[in-house]
């Protein structure tokens, strides 16, 4: 066999067992890296669902057991999508979910973020973060206190459906013209009783707006703009229901 003939074969050889070792370790690389994130989605699970972890467990994920944390449940399927966010992040229920010392931006998906709090506090606020984000219809981190009233509301799907049949029963929910009162109310409502930036949400005249309100003030008991607080959650409340 000739001298250049080896050196082809050596060559290939040596190409031959480069490749293998990029294999191997991208590889080990790759493995690394799943038993990271599974080991950060245990502890995750084990703080959000169910016992207590202990300090070194969380130590070892990076997590603080003296620090407080901002809980985020995303609408992210893909474990993969983790190594962008900041915090220990894992799938939670089947959701990207994690604690982070800061709230995540920019992110492309729904999100909802609680407040920091401390890691033996954190559980209740998950639960909490995951109710609000089926209520959440846009991309972007939503905090969970701009959207406390309708979580809290959701929660009660019985009662909400009492306070409306009790409080609109006059209206006939087929009636597009009875719909149209009821979204008026809501708009109205949701605008701080102001007839222009109401009317301005309808693209309709104030005097529209006006005249609806009488139009639905005759059929049922819809409170003035001086009645009490509760009395308008109460109808702020029905209404969401009844619209559906």
């Not at 206190?145 to 959701?154: K, V």
């Not at 009660?156 to 597009?176: G, I, R, V, Y």
């Amino acid at each position: 066999m000739s001298d250049t003939v080896l050196l082809e074969a050596f060559q290939q050889l040596d190409q031959y067992t480069n490749a293998v070792e990029r294999h191997m370790v991208s590889g080990y690389q790759r493995e690394l890296a799943r038993t990271a994130r599974d080991a950060r989605t245990q502890v995750l699970r084990s703080l959000l669902l169910h016992d207590s972890v202990p300090p070194a467990s969380l130590a070892q994920v990076g997590l603080d057991p003296t620090a407080s944390y901002v809980c985020v449940v995303t609408d992210i399927t893909d474990p993969v999508r983790s190594v962008d966010l900041p915090g220990v992040f894992g799938m939670v229920d089947g959701l990207l979910t994690g604690l982070s010392p800061t709230v995540p931006r920019c992110l492309d998906a729904r999100a909802v973020a609680s407040p920091a709090v401390p890691l033996p506090d954190i559980r209740p606020v998950y639960h909490l973060c995951a109710a609000a984000l089926p209520l959440v219809d846009a991309h972007g981190v939503h905090p969970l206190t701009d959207l406390a009233p309708e979580t809290a509301f959701a929660a009660q799907p019985t009662l909400a459906t009492l306070l409306a049949t009790t409080l609109l029963s006059p209206l006939d929910p087929t009636d597009d013209f009875h719909r149209e009162l009821a979204a008026t109310a809501l708009s109205y409502v949701d605008h701080a009783h102001r007839l222009d930036h109401t009317a301005a949400a309808l693209h309709v005249h104030a005097n529209t707006v006006r005249y609806r309100l009488s139009r639905l003030r005759s059929l049922t008991a819809f409170p003035e703009d001086t009645a009490p607080m509760a009395v308008t959650v109460r109808w702020w409340w029905a209404l969401r229901e009844w619209l559906g």
